[in-house]
Protein backbone atom coordinates (compact mmCIF):
# COMPACT_ATOMS: atom_id res chain seq x y z
CA UNK A 1 0.00 0.00 0.00
CA UNK A 2 2.38 2.42 1.10
CA UNK A 3 4.86 2.02 -2.72
CA UNK A 4 1.34 2.03 -3.94
CA UNK A 5 1.17 5.51 -2.60
CA UNK A 6 4.00 6.36 -3.34
CA UNK A 7 4.35 5.80 -7.27
CA UNK A 8 0.95 7.88 -7.46
CA UNK A 9 2.40 10.61 -5.86
CA UNK A 10 5.70 11.01 -7.42
CA UNK A 11 4.26 10.53 -10.93
CA UNK A 12 2.68 14.13 -10.48
CA UNK A 13 3.73 17.17 -11.33
CA UNK A 14 4.52 18.86 -8.50
CA UNK A 15 4.78 16.36 -6.00
CA UNK A 16 7.69 14.80 -4.89
CA UNK A 17 7.96 11.43 -1.95
CA UNK A 18 10.74 12.78 0.37
CA UNK A 19 10.31 9.96 3.19
CA UNK A 20 8.20 6.37 3.16
CA UNK A 21 8.39 4.87 6.45
CA UNK A 22 6.72 1.51 8.50
CA UNK A 23 6.23 2.80 11.68
CA UNK A 24 4.78 6.33 13.56
CA UNK A 25 8.08 6.96 15.44
CA UNK A 26 10.52 6.97 12.53
CA UNK A 27 7.28 9.35 11.28
CA UNK A 28 8.02 11.76 13.40
CA UNK A 29 11.89 11.76 12.77
CA UNK A 30 11.80 11.92 9.19
CA UNK A 31 8.63 14.78 9.44
CA UNK A 32 11.25 16.71 11.72
CA UNK A 33 13.79 16.41 10.00
CA UNK A 34 12.81 16.97 6.48
CA UNK A 35 10.12 19.42 7.41
CA UNK A 36 7.67 18.19 4.27
CA UNK A 37 4.84 20.10 3.02
CA UNK A 38 2.58 17.32 4.06
CA UNK A 39 2.57 14.73 5.78
CA UNK A 40 0.25 11.03 5.13
CA UNK A 41 -0.32 9.18 7.92
CA UNK A 42 -2.23 5.94 8.81
CA UNK A 43 -4.53 5.38 11.48
CA UNK A 44 -3.04 1.93 12.51
CA UNK A 45 0.92 2.20 12.47
CA UNK A 46 2.87 -0.15 14.74
CA UNK A 47 5.11 2.00 17.57
CA UNK A 48 3.34 4.90 17.56
CA UNK A 49 -0.32 5.57 16.34
CA UNK A 50 -1.58 8.58 13.69
CA UNK A 51 -3.45 10.36 16.26
CA UNK A 52 -0.80 10.24 18.16
CA UNK A 53 2.00 11.44 15.22
CA UNK A 54 -0.92 13.84 14.26
CA UNK A 55 -0.98 15.52 17.85
CA UNK A 56 3.48 15.73 18.21
CA UNK A 57 3.02 17.16 14.37
CA UNK A 58 0.41 19.31 14.10
CA UNK A 59 -1.27 19.14 17.59
CA UNK A 60 -2.55 22.08 20.06
CA UNK A 61 0.55 24.25 21.16
CA UNK A 62 2.72 22.47 18.41
CA UNK A 63 5.13 25.77 17.04
CA UNK A 64 5.43 25.63 13.65
CA UNK A 65 2.68 22.57 12.80
CA UNK A 66 2.70 20.46 10.11
CA UNK A 67 0.12 19.61 7.36
CA UNK A 68 -1.50 15.58 7.80
CA UNK A 69 -3.68 14.07 6.13
CA UNK A 70 -4.95 10.60 7.23
CA UNK A 71 -5.26 7.86 5.40
CA UNK A 72 -7.04 4.69 6.19
CA UNK A 73 -9.10 1.78 6.42
CA UNK A 74 -10.77 2.40 9.58
CA UNK A 75 -14.03 4.53 8.84
CA UNK A 76 -14.86 5.19 12.29
CA UNK A 77 -16.36 8.47 13.86
CA UNK A 78 -14.03 8.65 16.41
CA UNK A 79 -10.98 8.41 14.20
CA UNK A 80 -12.28 11.01 11.70
CA UNK A 81 -13.41 13.64 15.23
CA UNK A 82 -10.15 12.18 16.63
CA UNK A 83 -8.05 12.80 13.85
CA UNK A 84 -8.99 16.34 13.43
CA UNK A 85 -9.32 17.67 16.46
CA UNK A 86 -5.27 16.38 16.91
CA UNK A 87 -4.93 18.62 13.91
CA UNK A 88 -5.17 16.52 10.48
CA UNK A 89 -5.97 19.36 7.77
CA UNK A 90 -7.44 16.15 5.80
CA UNK A 91 -9.23 12.49 6.74
CA UNK A 92 -9.77 9.77 3.55
CA UNK A 93 -10.28 6.01 3.33
CA UNK A 94 -8.01 4.05 1.13
CA UNK A 95 -10.72 2.82 -0.99
CA UNK A 96 -11.28 6.74 -2.09
CA UNK A 97 -8.77 6.32 -4.87
CA UNK A 98 -5.77 8.14 -6.42
CA UNK A 99 -7.34 10.98 -7.44
CA UNK A 100 -9.07 12.15 -3.95
CA UNK A 101 -5.38 11.30 -2.77
CA UNK A 102 -3.83 13.62 -5.09
CA UNK A 103 -6.52 15.98 -4.30
CA UNK A 104 -5.87 15.58 -0.88
CA UNK A 105 -2.28 16.29 -0.77
CA UNK A 106 -2.42 19.42 -3.03
CA UNK A 107 -5.36 20.76 -0.97
CA UNK A 108 -3.24 20.08 2.70
CA UNK A 109 -0.13 21.78 0.68
CA UNK A 110 -2.24 24.92 -0.58
CA UNK A 111 -3.27 25.13 3.22
CA UNK A 112 -6.97 23.94 2.14
CA UNK A 113 -8.37 20.41 3.89
CA UNK A 114 -10.00 17.67 2.12
CA UNK A 115 -12.46 14.83 3.77
CA UNK A 116 -14.11 11.82 1.94
CA UNK A 117 -17.25 12.59 0.56
CA UNK A 118 -18.48 9.30 2.30
CA UNK A 119 -17.41 10.84 5.68
CA UNK A 120 -18.27 14.46 5.31
CA UNK A 121 -21.99 13.77 6.48
CA UNK A 122 -21.97 12.01 8.95
CA UNK A 123 -19.25 14.93 10.34
CA UNK A 124 -20.63 17.82 9.44
CA UNK A 125 -24.21 16.17 10.99
CA UNK A 126 -22.54 15.16 14.37
CA UNK A 127 -20.62 18.64 14.27
CA UNK A 128 -23.96 20.52 13.86
CA UNK A 129 -25.58 18.35 17.53
CA UNK A 130 -25.81 19.82 20.45
CA UNK A 131 -22.54 21.11 21.60
CA UNK A 132 -21.18 22.67 24.93
CA UNK A 133 -20.61 26.42 24.46
CA UNK A 134 -16.90 27.35 23.57
CA UNK A 135 -14.73 27.47 25.82
CA UNK A 136 -13.31 30.32 25.49
CA UNK A 137 -14.99 34.01 23.92
CA UNK A 138 -13.61 35.37 20.34
CA UNK A 139 -10.93 37.52 19.97
CA UNK A 140 -13.15 40.05 18.41
CA UNK A 141 -16.10 39.90 16.77
CA UNK A 142 -16.54 38.42 13.08
CA UNK A 143 -17.41 40.92 10.38
CA UNK A 144 -20.61 39.91 8.50
CA UNK A 145 -18.60 39.31 5.34
CA UNK A 146 -15.74 37.46 7.43
CA UNK A 147 -19.15 35.78 8.49
CA UNK A 148 -20.21 34.47 4.54
CA UNK A 149 -16.66 33.56 4.31
CA UNK A 150 -16.82 31.23 7.09
CA UNK A 151 -20.34 29.80 6.14
CA UNK A 152 -18.98 28.62 3.41
CA UNK A 153 -15.53 27.26 4.28
CA UNK A 154 -18.03 25.06 6.53
CA UNK A 155 -19.63 23.65 3.67
CA UNK A 156 -15.83 22.48 2.03
CA UNK A 157 -15.45 25.52 -0.52
CA UNK A 158 -11.92 26.36 -1.61
CA UNK A 159 -10.68 29.83 -1.45
CA UNK A 160 -11.30 29.88 -4.98
CA UNK A 161 -14.55 28.73 -4.82
CA UNK A 162 -15.75 31.41 -1.66
CA UNK A 163 -14.10 34.15 -4.07
CA UNK A 164 -16.08 33.02 -7.10
CA UNK A 165 -19.51 32.98 -4.74
CA UNK A 166 -18.89 35.98 -3.20
CA UNK A 167 -17.87 37.95 -6.37
CA UNK A 168 -14.75 38.92 -4.43
CA UNK A 169 -10.79 38.15 -5.47
CA UNK A 170 -8.46 35.00 -4.30
CA UNK A 171 -6.54 37.60 -2.32
CA UNK A 172 -9.13 39.33 -0.43
CA UNK A 173 -10.85 35.97 0.66
CA UNK A 174 -7.00 34.90 1.81
CA UNK A 175 -7.20 37.89 3.56
CA UNK A 176 -10.64 37.30 5.43
CA UNK A 177 -9.26 33.83 6.12
CA UNK A 178 -6.01 35.18 8.21
CA UNK A 179 -8.31 37.69 10.24
CA UNK A 180 -11.00 34.95 11.00
CA UNK A 181 -8.31 32.29 12.06
CA UNK A 182 -6.43 35.06 14.47
CA UNK A 183 -9.97 36.22 15.84
CA UNK A 184 -11.09 32.12 16.25
CA UNK A 185 -7.82 31.42 17.63
CA UNK A 186 -8.10 28.44 14.80
CA UNK A 187 -5.23 27.08 13.07
CA UNK A 188 -6.56 25.83 10.13
CA UNK A 189 -9.74 25.85 7.67
CA UNK A 190 -11.27 22.38 9.69
CA UNK A 191 -10.97 24.19 12.98
CA UNK A 192 -13.15 27.07 11.50
CA UNK A 193 -15.18 24.73 10.16
CA UNK A 194 -15.89 23.13 13.19
CA UNK A 195 -16.60 26.20 14.69
CA UNK A 196 -19.33 27.24 12.65
CA UNK A 197 -20.85 23.65 13.00
CA UNK A 198 -20.64 24.02 16.68
CA UNK A 199 -22.10 27.14 17.28
CA UNK A 200 -24.49 27.11 14.73
CA UNK A 201 -23.63 29.97 12.25
CA UNK A 202 -23.86 27.14 9.59
CA UNK A 203 -26.45 24.49 9.57
Known amino acids: MRTGF???????????VVAAVADGVAAVEQARLLRPDVCLLDIRMPRLDGLEVTRILAGPGVPDPMRVVIVTTFDLDEYVYGALRAGACGFLLKDSGPTLLIEAV??????????????TVRLLSHLAGPMPAPSRPLREPLTERELDVVRLVARGRTNQEVGGELFISLSTVKTHMASIQTKLGARNRVEVAAWAWETGVVR
Not at 6 to 16: H, K, S, T, V, Y
Not at 109 to 115: F, I, M, S, T
Open 106 to 119: RAAANGDALVSPSI
Open 6 to 16: QMILDAQPGIE
